[in-house]
């Protein structure tokens, strides 16, 4: 029973400042009954409709992603750009997410794969599994009835010819081109346009009309027919690179018959190109037009164009635009164009800064892989990233990469199944020992406490098996391998 005088001294309080509220007492708990009061959360996914990525690392939860899902809703541009230095499964992603895309009857893929292995590029694997032959640009095989695409082919528009006809040249001659130049051009496109019926128009009859232009030429602009041959003389020695050039054979002729726009992947072998010579952003134009004018149709189907080594159209502001133009397309006719980049800053402090941000700020989803911390930051101020995620993308190991899609960020582990692995790996070369000997000279290893426990890597539930069976038995491999681990790190350090 309460004292008497507590009870009017407590009334008497409440009446002057209000009801007091009581004080608990605190109370002494351990962290695993405590855990149970702050209930795990995690940041929100994409839903639950589109390609299977991986899991997000720190829920745990399945990662799921499609730009045509989440077009109109959440993402303002299916454009994706793929951020990393080599070795950190930028490839391995891009071609996983190909092959489960694919398995959607709407989806057509073209890849322009610039990186070559065993004499091949290395999307060659995937290609040869789903009976895809690749579109393989090799001057040297092109002169032996190679596969040629012809930049006048009548499936392009005469517009669309001429304005590839200015790219080539620009990008040749690394400026644009002046009006006297553009004119020569412009007239001797006419002409062979209306004179060719009975074939395919091909580049040497180009060359042939601004070396020796037609009176009427001149006679439209009032000008002396020798004015006109001079205006034409340097665009003409350009093209004649095509024609009789190191790049003879790939563009010099009419388009090679057998090319299958309608094959659910199609992949453009540039690897036998020098990736730092002028020819490479010279045939990712000319790629780009003949795609935009023959491939890109009104049909209800999604399409994805990857571009792997980008910067080498990025960094090009004539091809850069050229592709800016295609990148429009996404809202219009279903293309979502993915480029992969090891560093952005080969892309914003190259020749086409300008042109470069335009592109990235039509990426909405960014995904960057390891970088180093001054390349992080950098990258980190140019994409918007928060704070947290620059600081631990020095940190990421291979596979585990930041998702940026139009601000929600997460970090996702890619997962690869034992199906999808001997397609999607590229380093082959580095790897001459079998997947068995390779598991038994690390098991070797770790015995002799040269190395620590093999990751951690959890595995699927057994249908058989609730739900709390599993995690505890994954909790208790975890805590085995932490438990492994110290105990070589105390060995080596004894």
Do not use: C
């Not at 070559?116 to 040297?140: F, H, K, S, V, Y």
């Not at 400026?175 to 006419?190: I, N, P, T, Y």
């Amino acid at each position: 029973m309460r004292d008497p005088l507590s009870v009017l001294t407590e009334a008497f309080t409440s009446f002057l400042f209000g009801k007091v509220e009581t004080t608990r007492l605190p109370v002494r708990t351990s962290t695993g009954q405590a855990q149970a009061v702050y209930l795990p959360t995690a940041a929100p996914g994409l839903g639950d409709s589109g390609v299977i990525i991986g899991r997000e690392v720190y829920s745990g939860k399945g990662y799921i992603y499609d730009p045509f899902q989440l077009y109109g809703q959440q993402l303002p541009a299916p454009h994706w750009l793929v951020l990393g230095e080599s070795g950190n499964g930028k490839s391995a992603l891009e071609k996983t997410y190909v092959l489960r895309q694919l398995r959607f009857r709407d989806r057509q893929v073209v890849v322009l794969d610039a990186q070559g292995e065993d004499g091949a590029g290395e999307w060659n694997l995937i290609a040869q599994e789903l009976g895809i032959t690749p579109i393989r640009l090799d001057a040297m095989a092109a002169l032996d009835h190679g596969i040629r695409l012809n930049p006048l082919d009548p499936s392009i528009t005469t517009t669309g010819q001429l304005a590839l006809l200015r790219t080539i040249i620009e990008v040749a001659m690394g400026h644009g081109l002046d009006e006297r130049s553009g004119f020569a051009l412009k007239v001797a496109h006419a002409y062979v346009n209306e004179t060719i019926v009975e074939r395919q128009p091909v580049l040497m009859d180009i060359v042939e009309q601004l070396r020796h232009p037609e009176p009427e030429s001149a006679q439209a602009m009032n000008v002396d027919l020798d004015d006109v041959r001079a205006w034409g003389l340097d665009v003409a020695l350009v093209l004649d690179r095509l024609v009789d050039g190191d790049l003879r054979g790939m563009f010099d002729g009419p388009t090679t018959v057998g090319i299958d726009l309608d094959a659910p992947l199609i992949v453009f072998d540039l690897s036998h190109i020098d990736r730092n010579s002028i020819a490479m952003p010279i045939l990712m134009a000319i790629v780009g037009v003949w795609l935009e004018h023959t491939w890109i149709r009104p049909d209800r189907k999604k399409r994805i164009f990857l571009v792997e080594e980008a910067w080498h159209i990025i960094n090009s502001p004539f091809v850069a635009q050229l592709f800016q133009r295609l990148l429009k397309f996404g809202r219009r006719l279903g293309l979502s164009f993915v480029a992969v980049v090891h560093h952005l800053s080969d892309v914003v402090d190259g020749a086409a800064a300008r042109e470069a941000a335009a592109i990235l700020k039509m990426a909405s989803t960014r995904t960057i892989y390891a970088q180093k911390a001054d390349e992080a930051r950098a990258t980190g101020r140019v994409l918007g990233l928060p704070r947290w995620a620059v600081e631990i993308i020095p940190t990421l190991t291979p596979g585990i990469a930041v998702w940026d899609v139009n601000g929600n960020v997460q970090v996702v582990k890619h997962l690869v199944t034992e199906a999808e692995r001997p397609l999607v790996f590229t380093d082959r070369a580095m790897t001459e020992n079998s997947e068995a000997s390779d598991a038994a000279d690390a098991a070797q290893a770790r015995r002799a406490g040269l190395l620590p426990p093999a990751p951690y890597e959890p595995h699927e539930p057994h249908e058989d098996m609730r739900a709390a069976e599993w995690e505890a038995e994954q909790r208790a491999a975890l805590l085995e391998r932490q438990r492994q681990y110290n105990e070589s790190s105390e060995s080596t350090v004894a």
